[in-house]
């Protein structure tokens, strides 16, 4: 099993397991084919997506697909496999670029082999897989990308119709304490600002979450000190952002994130 990495590497530890029984058993199998397929490559892979969202929040959003993060060098012998195992070229169905992603088709069910940011910011590259995090998932061990990575990945992603953003908040909700900031800073490059900018947001959102970030984070990033507000305000201005069930540190564990 390539994907899985040395025991001395650290585990996800979600608020909740209970998101894995929310996976409909159809769409379970048809992931189970894939990472089945995935693995007849011998070559490293992580879990993305909702998937690896899941993982550090513990809350499950039903998305019907399955993001796999390979290196770009090695992108061909996973499409082989999946187109083995019974994947189509979703392409033929609805056109994608091609140029950082593939996506195979079947049973109504996506698997995305992922190589590449969609703004081509950067590669999957092997310190990624290096920083993954092991999870077992309904028996299967697998690894998922780590948070700083989907964090860097997700940061971008705020299009008309698709914006990233409210997982990014999740995310930060989730474990951002925990984060080494340091590998974030290094990873961001000159586009700290995009990250002083979700900070705020975050700071605005959830304050007393946001207060528990490291000190030496919030003075390189010149952030304005938040003013502590009552619970029911944040719930407001959660409320503010998406009436939906959006924000998973306040979502039961047996309800799914909407999508």
Not at 27 to 35: N, S
Not at 175 to 182: A, K, M, R, S, Y
Request: hydrophobic share 45%.
């Amino acid at each position: 099993m390539a994907e899985v990495l040395p025991p001395e590497q650290a585990a996800v530890e979600p608020a909740s397991r209970k998101w894995m029984e929310l996976i409909p058993d159809e769409q379970w199998a048809v992931y189970r084919d894939a990472i089945a397929a995935a693995r007849t490559t011998g070559l490293p892979f992580m879990l993305g997506g909702g998937f690896a969202l899941a993982a550090y929040t513990g809350r499950w959003r039903n998305t019907k697909d399955i993001d796999f993060y390979v290196l770009p060098n090695q992108r061909q012998e996973f499409i082989d496999a999946i187109t083995g195992a019974g994947f189509s070229d979703y392409y033929h169905q609805m056109a994608y670029d091609r140029g950082w992603i593939y996506r195979g088709f079947r049973d109504g069910t996506i698997v995305d082999l992922i190589w590449s940011m969609a703004n081509r910011r950067a590669e999957a590259q092997p310190f990624w897989f290096e920083h993954g995090k092991c999870l077992e998932v309904r028996g299967e061990p697998l690894t998922v990308i780590a948070a700083e990575e989907l964090l860097w990945c997700k940061m971008y992603v705020m299009q008309r119709d698709h914006s990233d953003w409210s997982d990014v908040l999740n995310l930060l909700y989730a474990v951002g304490p925990e984060l080494d900031w340091q590998r974030v800073i290094e990873n961001l490059g000159q586009d700290l600002p995009v990250l002083r900018a979700l900070l705020t947001l975050f700071g605005w959102l959830c304050p007393s979450r946001a207060s528990e970030l490291p000190t030496s984070l919030k003075r390189r990033l010149n952030l304005a000190p938040t003013p502590k507000v009552p619970l029911q305000e944040e719930e407001r201005r959660i409320r503010l952002l998406d009436s939906r069930n959006w924000f998973a540190g306040r979502l039961p564990p047996d309800k799914v994130l909407a999508i």
